[in-house]
């Protein structure tokens, strides 16, 4: 009954074939893999909205996968219930061995539903479903840097105008007011006085929105931006605002220049990125008097300006790490099965098998899993004894 030991072994070959491609790939020198492309079977996707970053990012993978696809997430959608999945236009999405899923806070529940859906089926994927729930809310993403004493300025969360604006009168100013949700600096206010502030609220409260107050730390109108990928601060960029301009995010006008990152910020960085289990993140970072303080984290973050201010290829950056941890992810998977070919070659030597699974079960019936009833070769035309107590259940073939 069940798989022979010869069929056990051919099956454990098979597995093991992509694995060893990988292995042999990452051991051939890195100029030559540039020149001829990889060939090693691997696949990879980056799903977002086309952005410029996310080119970069896929022209980079190519270098390590043999292929590698752009899909935009405005033709995604998940089914859930019968027939669930995940789609790309209308066609079930197909197999890769890593998927980076990006993209603005305004698709967050489609990426998180993306990612979990694919969770378990896709060797490698960057960021994790929660991640999208959480680093695109500021509010959560503070909240989870909390947990973690991270550092952050001193923020302030309201149930409404009336009591926020009792707020007002107890807090330092300037002050910062932002919506939980946006990125690039949109959805940030500043305000100087109780006055412009009390305006400010009037103003959101019309707008019905919930929102944050932090005390503003003055830098001189710049903050830093450091690219964490893995357990690495790869690359940083000081930006400074515009004249007149308290944002210096590069989209809101600010510019971008080389900066020497300090061993603290670097920690607080990769600090700030494991607290939001995210592998590709960037954080945003003011050094105030008091020290550095994290003010925002974006696992969507543009790299052409972090890349011409530090003269890092942070996309080749970014795609070495997928690479590296796809083949490591493949090679924990192989060895699990190697363990696994190795205990049932010793049972069917014992003439005997087991498995360890949950049960399924439909009305008041159990449901076999299909290995146990090919490893059985139980019947519909035969008759069977079943024997059960509480935690044991045994059945067996009738005979006459």
């Known amino acids: 009954m069940g798989l022979s030991t010869e069929q056990l072994v051919e099956q454990a070959k098979e597995h093991d074939a992509k694995t060893m491609a990988t292995e042999e790939l990452r051991e051939k020198d890195s100029s030559n893999?540039?020149?001829?492309?990889?060939?090693?079977?691997?696949?990879?996707?980056?799903?977002?909205?086309?952005?410029?970053?996310?080119?970069?990012?896929?022209?980079?993978?190519?270098?390590?996968?043999?292929?590698?696809?752009?899909?935009?997430?405005?033709?995604?959608?998940?089914?859930?219930?019968?027939?669930?999945?995940?789609?790309?236009?209308?066609?079930?999405?197909?197999?890769?061995?890593?998927?980076?899923?990006?993209?603005?806070?305004?698709?967050?529940?489609?990426?998180?539903?993306?990612?979990?859906?694919?969770?378990?089926?896709?060797?490698?994927?960057?960021?994790?479903?929660?991640?999208?729930?959480?680093?695109?809310?500021?509010?959560?993403?503070?909240?989870?840097?909390?947990?973690?004493?991270?550092?952050?300025?001193?923020?302030?969360?309201?149930?409404?105008?009336?009591?926020?604006?009792?707020?007002?009168?107890?807090?330092?100013?300037?002050?910062?007011?932002?919506?939980p949700e946006g990125t690039q600096g949109k959805g940030v206010m500043f305000a100087d006085s109780i006055s412009s502030a009390s305006s400010l609220l009037d103003a959101l409260g019309a707008l019905n929105q919930p929102f944050i107050i932090q005390e503003y730390v003055e830098t001189g109108g710049t903050d830093l931006r450091v690219i964490v990928i893995g357990d690495r601060a790869i690359a940083g960029m000081e930006r400074k605002a515009t004249t007149d301009e308290k944002r210096a995010n590069i989209h809101a006008?600010?510019?971008?220049?080389?900066?020497?990152?300090?061993?603290?910020?670097?920690?607080?960085?990769?600090?700030?990125?494991?607290?939001?289990?995210?592998?590709?993140?960037?954080?945003?970072?003011?050094?105030?008097?008091?020290?550095?303080?994290?003010?925002?984290?974006?696992?969507?973050?543009?790299?052409?300006?972090?890349?011409?201010?530090?003269?890092?290829?942070?996309?080749?950056?970014?795609?070495?790490?997928?690479?590296?941890?796809?083949?490591?992810?493949?090679q924990i998977k192989t060895d699990k099965h190697k363990q696994q070919v190795v205990k049932d070659m010793k049972n069917q030597e014992n003439n005997k098998s087991e498995i360890i699974t949950n049960l399924q079960f439909k009305g008041e019936r159990i449901i076999l899993p299909k290995l146990v009833t090919e490893m059985t070769e139980f019947s519909e035309l035969e008759n069977y004894v079943i024997k059960s107590k509480k935690g044991k259940l045994e059945i067996v073939e009738f005979k006459m």
């Open 33 to 179: 893999s540039e020149s001829n492309g990889p060939e090693n079977g691997l696949r990879a996707c980056i799903i977002s909205l086309g952005s410029k970053s996310s080119k970069m990012t896929a022209e980079a993978l190519s270098e390590f996968f043999e292929h590698v696809d752009m899909l935009q997430l405005k033709e995604m959608e998940v089914v859930l219930g019968k027939d669930a999945g995940v789609f790309f236009s209308g066609k079930p999405l197909e197999y890769y061995d890593c998927v980076f899923i990006k993209g603005s806070f305004r698709y967050a529940h489609l990426l998180r539903s993306i990612t979990s859906m694919l969770e378990g089926k896709v060797p490698y994927l960057p960021l994790p479903a929660s991640s999208f729930t959480i680093v695109h809310n500021k509010l959560l993403t503070h909240l989870a840097l909390q947990q973690q004493e991270i550092p952050m300025p001193k923020t302030y969360v309201s149930p409404n105008t009336e009591t926020a604006k009792e707020l007002l009168k107890r807090v330092n100013y300037p002050i910062v007011m932002k919506f």
């Open 253 to 330: 006008g600010g510019s971008g220049q080389i900066v020497e990152l300090s061993r603290e910020t670097k920690t607080l960085a990769i600090k700030t990125a494991r607290a939001l289990n995210a592998e590709v993140c960037g954080v945003d970072i003011l050094e105030g008097p008091l020290g550095p303080v994290v003010i925002e984290a974006n696992i969507s973050p543009g790299l052409q300006g972090v890349t011409a201010a530090s003269g890092i290829n942070v996309a080749r950056e970014i795609a070495k790490h997928m690479y590296q941890q796809t083949v490591s992810k493949l």
